[in-house]
């Protein structure tokens, strides 16, 4: 079993910057695909950022086109973490940001079922 537990959202103005972050507790955190998701009222949970897990330090990173260049996603696997560095924040980046980690050795994925585990949200409030 896998439990997330994300921290970092909050409320920033229009070309701010927040870090999420996403501590992860269980087995095998290095061995599995991490991704973050977004959801607002009224709409599907949306794919975010997606990073591999590595056997040699090699770490591939995926993006939605409405994010690129603006966010990056990193891990640490010695503290179990995952992040999600957000630059540039714009109004319509609001949501509720989740964490998803795959089953062990799972490979990157923009589609939400690919993901085993799931933590509890944090809003990011962007204001215009």
């Known amino acids: 079993q896998v439990q997330l537990v994300e921290s970092g959202g909050g409320l920033v103005q229009a070309g701010g910057s927040l870090r999420l972050s996403c501590a992860a507790s269980?087995?095998?955190?290095?061995?599995?695909?991490m991704g973050w998701f977004r959801q607002t009222p009224g709409k599907e949970r949306e794919f975010v950022a997606t990073?591999?897990?590595?056997?040699?330090?090699?770490?591939?990173?995926y993006y939605a086109d409405s994010v690129k260049g603006r966010f990056t996603i990193s891990r640490d696997n010695a503290k179990n973490t995952v992040y999600l560095q957000m630059n540039s924040l714009k109004p319509e980046d609001t949501a509720v940001y989740y964490c998803?980690?795959?089953?062990?050795?799972?490979?990157?994925?923009?589609?939400?079922?690919?993901?085993?585990?799931w933590g509890q949200g944090t809003q990011v409030t962007v204001s215009s």
């Open positions: 998803a980690a795959t089953p062990s050795s799972g490979v990157t994925s923009r589609l939400s079922v690919a993901y085993a585990y």
């Open positions: 269980g087995r095998a955190f290095s061995s599995r695909a």
């Open positions: 990073i591999s897990w590595s056997g040699n330090n090699i770490y591939y990173t």
